[in-house]
C-alpha cells in the first residue's frame, strides 16, 4: 500500500469534522487508566531514501526464515503457486472489491463466486458448495452448527483426537455454554479406532467428525466411521486437505454429508498463518442451514446467462432468527486465486502435486528414520505428506533449532499440542521440497547430536 499521511492541517480538517479540538478530546471517553501511555524511542524523522533504507535493512532481518526449506505443516503448507495466480487475481476488478454483501453485486464477481462453487463441488464430490468462509477452523465450527440446527438429533458432538488440535479448541470455545457435550476420542496409534467410534457413537449423537488425512498425516477410514454414525442418524463431518484429493477419494464418495478444508493451500501462501480461506460443501438437505452465500446461475430477460446471489443469510437479509451467517464473511479474494489455482492445473496437475507430496514424504520418512536419533511414531499406518518423528534423545527444541540455524524449518513440535509427545516432531514434504533439500536435512539431523551442523539448503 502506498505510504499515506496527515499534515497538520488535514489532522485540524477532520478533528473540526468529526466536532471535537484535540485527538486527546477525541479518546476522552476512554478511562484513562486503560490508556496505552509508553515512550515508544522512535529515532529522528528521515527523509525518503533514508527511510526506505532503514526499513528495508529492518525486513531483511526477517528475510532468511522466508528462504528456509520448510518442512512445517499442521495446517499451514509450503505448496507451489503457478505465477498466472498473482497475475489474475491482482487484477484491479478483483483486487479492490469489498466482499460482495449486497444483491447487486457486479456480475463478474458472481461468476468467480459461482465458479468457486462449482470447483469445489466437483473436488469434493458433494452437492453444493457455499462462497466460501473464513478458515478451516472456523468452517469446522460452521458445520457444527449447521449440524446442530437441523433439529432432528440429539446434542453429543463426537470428534476424533487426531483432528487438528487447534480446530477442537475452537469446537470448545464456540459450544462452551451451549450445553453441547463434546467427545473426544482419543487416537494413541495415530487414527480412529473404529471399536471405539462404535461405543461411542448412539442414539444422541448429533454429528461425528473426521479428518482425514488427519494431523498426523494419517489416512483415516472416513468410509467406516460414516457407516456407524449413519446408523444412528448421525451427521458426518469431514476436515480434508484439498491437495490430497487428486488420489484419495472425495469426503461425497466416502459418505460424509459435509465436508470442510483450510483452502490456503490452492494458490494462496503460508503468509505467516493468514489471511485464509475456508471451504464448504453439503449434501442438498442442508441447503437451508448452509452459512454464508451461494450464487446460482440463471437467465436475464434477454435470455442470456447470468449470476444472482441465491442463498444470502445474512441478518440484514432475513429475519435474525432465520440467519446462519456467523464469522462466515466469504473471503472473496483467496476463492478467487483457489478457483484459477484449480483451474491451471486441473485434475491431472492436481493428481500430478498430490503424487509429488506422497512419494517425496515417504522418501523422507524413509531416510530420516535412518538416523539413529530419530524413529517413525505411527510407522505402520499411512500417510499422505505429513508424518511424526519421535527423537529418542528428548531434546525436539534443539534438534529444531539447529536445523533453523543450517537453514531448514525442520517440523511443527507436537509437545506444545500433547504433553505426552513432547519428544515428538511433525515434518511435512509438499511438491516443492526437492530431494536435494530432503538430503540436506537429513546430513544436519544426523550432525546435530555432536554440535556440528554446518550444511546449508
Not at 140 to 160: C, D, P, Q, S, Y
Request: glycine share 10%; proline share 5%.
Amino acid at each position: 500500500m502506498s505510504y499515506l499521511y496527515n499534515t497538520p492541517d488535514d489532522q485540524a480538517a477532520m478533528l473540526k469534522s468529526i466536532g471535537v479540538d484535540s485527538i486527546e478530546e477525541l479518546f476522552s471517553t476512554i478511562p484513562e487508566d486503560l490508556r496505552l501511555r509508553r515512550d515508544l524511542n522512535l529515532p529522528p524523522q528521515m527523509g525518503e531514501l533514508e527511510l526506505t533504507q532503514h526499513l528495508s535493512a529492518l525486513a531483511a532481518k526477517n528475510a532468511s526464515p522466508a528462504t528456509h526449506a520448510c518442512f512445517l505443516g499442521g495446517g499451514s503448507y509450503d505448496h507451489f503457486i503457478p505465477a498466472a495466480v498473482d497475475a489474475l487475481a491482482s487484477r484491479g476488478e478483483f483486487y479492490t472489491s469489498y466482499t460482495p454483501y449486497q444483491p447487486e453485486v457486479s456480475q463478474g464477481n458472481l461468476q468467480a463466486m459461482f465458479e468457486y462453487q462449482t470447483l469445489i463441488c466437483d473436488l469434493t464430490g458433494m452437492d453444493l458448495s457455499n462462497a466460501s468462509l473464513y478458515d478451516g477452523g472456523s468452517a469446522l465450527a460452521e458445520a457444527v452448527i449447521m449440524a446442530l440446527n437441523t433439529g432432528k438429533r440429539g446434542e453429543k458432538v463426537v470428534v476424533l483426537g487426531s483432528v487438528h488440535p487447534e480446530y477442537r479448541q475452537i469446537l470448545q470455545t464456540y459450544f462452551a455454554d451451549l450445553g453441547i457435550e463434546i467427545v473426544e476420542i482419543a487416537c494413541p496409534d495415530g487414527i480412529a479406532d473404529l471399536v471405539k467410534v462404535e461405543a461411542s457413537v448412539n442414539a444422541d449423537t448429533n454429528c461425528v467428525i473426521v479428518q482425514s488425512p488427519n494431523f498426523f498425516g494419517g489416512i483415516e477410514d472416513v468410509a467406516a466411521i460414516a457407516e456407524i454414525a449413519h446408523k444412528n442418524d448421525a451427521v458426518v463431518i469431514q476436515s480434508f486437505d484439498p491437495i490430497s484429493l487428486g488420489l484419495l477419494k472425495r469426503p461425497g464418495d466416502l459418505g460424509a454429508d459435509i465436508a470442510v478444508a483450510e483452502g490456503h493451500s490452492l494458490g494462496s501462501p503460508m503468509q505467516y498463518g493468514g489471511p485464509y480461506l475456508g471451504i464448504m460443501a453439503c449434501n442438498d438437505q442442508f441447503v437451508r442451514r448452509l452459512p454464508g452465500r451461494i450464487v446460482g446461475q440463471t437467465e436475464d430477460r434477454r435470455g442470456k446467462r447470468c449470476w444472482v446471489l441465491t442463498l444470502q443469510t445474512r441478518e440484514q437479509h432475513i429475519r435474525r432468527e432465520k440467519a446462519t451467517s456467523n464469522i462466515c464473511t466469504n473471503q472473496g479474494l483467496f476463492a478467487l486465486r483457489a478457483s484459477i489455482y484449480l483451474s491451471l492445473l486441473g485434475p491431472g496437475g492436481l493428481r500430478q502435486a498430490a503424487t509429488l507430496c506422497t512419494q517425496k514424504a515417504h522418501y523422507a520418512q524413509q531416510t530420516l528414520t535412518e538416523i539413529d536419533r530419530l524413529e517413525p511414531v505411527f510407522g505402520g499406518s499411512p500417510f499422505f505428506k505429513e508424518f511424526v518423528l519421535r527423537d529418542t534423545q528428548g531434546n525436539v527444541e534443539g534438534l529444531l533449532a539447529e536445523a533453523r540455524e543450517a537453514g531448514f524449518l525442520g517440523g511443527v513440535p507436537l509437545g506444545q499440542f500433547f504433553p505426552e509427545m513432547d519428544d515428538c516432531f511433525l515434518v511435512c514434504v509438499t511438491e516443492k521440497r526437492t530431494k536435494a533439500e530432503i538430503d540436506a536435512l537429513t546430513r544436519t539431523f544426523s550432525l546435530c547430536h555432536t554440535g556440528g551442523s554446518t550444511i546449508h539448503a
